[in-house]
């Protein structure tokens, strides 16, 4: 079976079987099963597991998953819809949560939850005028692996800045007797995404206001100048960069650097965790910092109860039993026992937003984080962003960055709002 059709199976069973009361045909256990059950609409089918296990605990609950490719696109529900009581997804934080989600303080006043067990700044995102409006489940950070081989051409930190993969990339670089390239350290280029992460780390700051989309232009201009002198100073050009890409740099990235042509690949801890657990590799990583942050992943997961839950209750009690340690733990563990095909990397596949989860127990299933846990003073959030946010990085903000840097010089490149434009027919006309 492959992993879609696992995963597909798993939803299926978590809104089918995982109740107790499915398996009981007396009309008493399906009034019950109508009246108290617990809706969980979310994008992380992993949940399924989370949910067989709290139903497996809790004989007086019921909770079932309804699977929302991208919950924050489904609110509010059609009117022909039975609303959720619990929402868990990216893209959820917006100016106004009130509209959509109920005030989570009385957790807190009640100690069915103690803020001190969460990263600060990931509890403070979710909140709107210090009001807890959502919750953080998982993050996930920017990484470079290398080869092991290569450990002693690596500064010895856990965090590596943009200017150290330069310059430790650029004395990696090797040219044969032809002046062609037999190894450039790293290609920029290579990766949309990291060009993403530089406009971030960089202070281009995109956010969501009043419904669009604002940066700082300055801020972009000098990420696309600075990517253009690394690409053009240290890889001779574009094409060079390109050419060499596409003659040795075919394989995964985690085989890029074992087969010794590039020094750094970029990742994210997500699959960074599951690669280096589904195969023995013998490469390590660095989180990637800026000016003492490293920038936490903008698809975040958080939850929250929807303002018109049915079942405050019961989205009250699951919300206490997923926020405790141990049962994160248990999570873990059933995990590491099953063995499952789509298994995700750590909690709802990332880092738990639980402090002792990450530090403490995570490292017992994930050993490479033994030697470098993410700094928990460097972890920066990012901005509130729209629900379509992943698709216009992808088809708006990397495009114009890639075709910004290797347009040559004379020639103009398309806007970043040309590109918009074009997105826009694409997703609303």
Not at 157 to 179: E, G, H, P
Request: net charge negative.
């Amino acid at each position: 079976m492959n992993i879609n059709k696992l995963a597909s199976a798993l939803v299926l069973c978590a809104g089918m079987f995982v109740c107790g009361c499915s398996n009981n045909s007396s009309q008493k256990a399906r009034t019950v099963y109508q009246q108290d059950r617990i809706v969980i609409w979310t994008s992380c089918r992993e949940f399924a597991q989370y949910i067989e296990l709290f139903n497996r605990q809790h004989k007086d609950n019921c909770a079932i998953l309804v699977y929302k490719e991208n919950p924050a696109l489904s609110l509010p529900p059609a009117k022909d819809e039975n609303p959720p009581d619990i929402i868990v997804g990216s893209w959820l934080r917006t100016d106004t949560p009130q509209k959509n989600f109920k005030s989570l303080d009385y957790l807190f006043d009640t100690k069915r939850l103690a803020s001190d067990e969460f990263y600060p700044q990931l509890l403070d995102s979710g909140k709107r005028k210090d009001v807890h409006y959502l919750l953080p489940v998982s993050f996930n950070l920017p990484a470079v692996i290398f080869s092991t081989d290569n450990k002693d051409q690596i500064p010895d930190s856990y965090v590596l800045s943009l200017d150290q993969i330069r310059s430790t990339a650029s004395a990696f670089n090797a040219k044969n007797k032809n002046d062609a390239y037999t190894k450039i350290g790293f290609t920029p280029l290579g990766n949309d995404e990291f060009l993403y992460l530089t406009a971030k780390m960089k202070g281009t700051d995109f956010r969501e206001e009043k419904d669009e989309i604002s940066w700082d232009g300055a801020a972009l201009i000098n990420t696309v100048s600075m990517l253009r002198d690394w690409v053009y100073t240290e890889n001779t050009s574009p094409q060079i960069e390109e050419d060499f890409t596409f003659k040795y740099l075919f394989m995964p990235y985690y085989r890029q650097v074992s087969s010794g042509r590039t020094l750094y690949a970029y990742t994210t801890s997500d699959s960074l965790f599951k690669i280096l657990k589904e195969q023995d590799l013998d490469v390590d990583y660095r989180w990637i910092v800026e000016k003492n942050s490293i920038f936490i992943e903008d698809s975040c997961t958080m939850m929250g109860i929807y303002k018109k839950a049915k079942n405050q209750v019961g989205a009250t009690d699951f919300i206490s039993w997923f926020f405790q340690s141990e049962n994160q733990r248990h999570i873990l563990e059933t995990k590491e026992n099953m063995h499952l095909e789509t298994d995700m990397f750590g909690i709802a596949g990332g880092f738990s937003s639980l402090r002792d989860v990450t530090e403490h127990i995570l490292p017992i299933y994930y050993n490479q984080l033994l030697t470098n846990l993410p700094p928990s003073q460097m972890l920066t959030v990012p901005q509130k962003l729209p629900a379509r946010w992943e698709s216009y990085r992808t088809l708006v903000v990397e495009p114009y960055i890639k075709a910004a840097v290797t347009t040559p010089e004379g020639e103009v490149s398309p806007t970043l709002h040309d590109y918009e434009k074009e997105w826009r027919k694409k997703v609303f006309d």
